[in-house]
């Protein structure tokens, strides 16, 4: 069996910054890539941002790794550690700044669709027996209550706000398994699926700005978006989430960081 590619679709938050969402896949394998936004000016990594720099390290590891889905993981993280220290300028001003990222990946080990994952990209199995989740099924109600703590329309002002700065740097230093420049913790952090697959059988990878269309604002649920996906694709479905996002612009209806999130997702399924 075979990955065989349907379409992918990736969109900036906003169209004066850059995208720090990245995906790919191969002939067994597929990843996506979700840079955490960077909460201060460039230079720790010269005048890219850590997000960018981290995602586009990420994306050529995935590309350039092969066989089991754990080696391939296992590689990345320690391919990351290794150019992080040859590509950084300086000492980072706290752990904040420390370049870091979410991923889901997925490959093709004989009858089985193996999944890894770190933070919160999902991905969505489309089998004979149902849509089910290969990675935890996601929820923002943590993030949601935070950003509703800082009063009506957080998001609409974007991260900048000196308020919203703080509260976001605070967070960034919780401990928490990601993706980034200490392979160590990524490793311990990871979690693996594995599941039966079939030709046929369709996979949707996509960072959590494509799947808030389902977690944050309910406009489907994981069944009627994949019903949806196969009837229409992916550009139907990021109209829908644009529509929804502009349409509260303000982020009271549906309180949150951005207006728009990066918003990506790659569609594969088994050949």
Request: aromatic content about 6%.
């Given at each position: 069996m075979h990955f065989d590619l349907i379409q992918t679709l990736?969109?900036?938050?906003?169209?004066?910054?850059?995208?720090?969402d990245r995906l790919g896949?191969?002939?067994?394998?597929?990843w996506v890539i979700d840079g955490a936004t960077d909460l201060g000016p460039a230079g720790l990594l010269g005048e890219r941002g850590g997000a960018a720099w981290?995602?586009?390290?990420?994306?050529?590891?995935?590309?350039g790794a092969c066989g089991p889905l754990q080696g391939i993981c296992e590689q990345v993280f320690d391919?990351?550690?290794?150019?992080?220290e040859q590509a950084r300028q300086r000492v980072p001003l706290a752990p904040w700044e420390l370049p870091r990222a979410a991923f889901a990946a997925v490959a093709l080990e004989g009858d089985e669709l193996v999944c890894a994952h770190l933070a919160d990209c999902v991905v969505l199995h489309r089998s004979a027996q149902g849509v089910a989740f290969l990675t935890p099924a996601p929820d923002r109600e943590a993030e949601r209550a935070e950003a509703a703590a800082l009063g009506p329309g957080t998001g609409a002002f974007g991260v900048r706000t000196?308020?919203?700065?703080?509260d976001r740097r605070a967070a960034r230093e919780r401990p928490r398994a990601v993706l980034g420049v200490e392979p160590e913790q990524a490793r311990a952090g990871t979690g693996y699926s594995r599941t039966p697959v079939a030709r046929g059988d369709d996979v949707l990878l996509m960072s959590d700005g494509f799947a808030a269309l389902f977690d944050t604002y309910r406009a489907y649920d994981p069944a009627a978006f994949i019903t949806r996906l196969l009837s229409h694709g992916l550009a139907?479905?990021?109209?829908?989430?644009?529509?929804?996002?502009?349409?509260?612009?303000?982020?009271?209806?549906?309180?949150r960081f951005k207006m728009s999130d990066d918003a990506s997702a790659i569609w594969l399924r088994v050949g």
């Open positions: 990736s969109l900036a938050g906003k169209p004066d910054v850059p995208n720090d896949c191969a002939e067994r394998h597929a981290l995602a586009g390290a990420a994306q050529r590891a995935f590309a391919t990351l550690a290794k150019d992080y000196p308020a919203v700065l703080a139907d479905l990021a109209r829908t989430l644009r529509g929804i996002e502009q349409d509260d612009a303000a982020c009271v209806r549906y309180p």
